[in-house]
């Protein structure tokens, strides 16, 4: 469990997650489009999940 959280707390983590939450805020004050959001949220998400699966492909080679 320890590992799973310490995993979790990687500065690529937190930057999702900070990214994620402003544009959120963002788009709840309407400051920001939700196109905008969506564009920005896909390649963040995606990029992170991406990163995520190579690692483990890597660890099961």
Request: charged residues 30%.
């Amino acid at each position: 469990m320890k590992q799973r959280l310490y995993k979790l707390i990687d500065v690529k983590s937190i930057v999702t997650l900070m990214i994620t939450l402003v544009f959120c805020i963002e788009t709840l004050l309407s400051k920001a489009d939700a196109d905008d959001l969506m564009t920005v949220f896909t390649v963040i998400i995606s990029f992170y999940f991406g990163t995520q699966a190579a690692k483990k492909e890597r660890r099961e080679e």
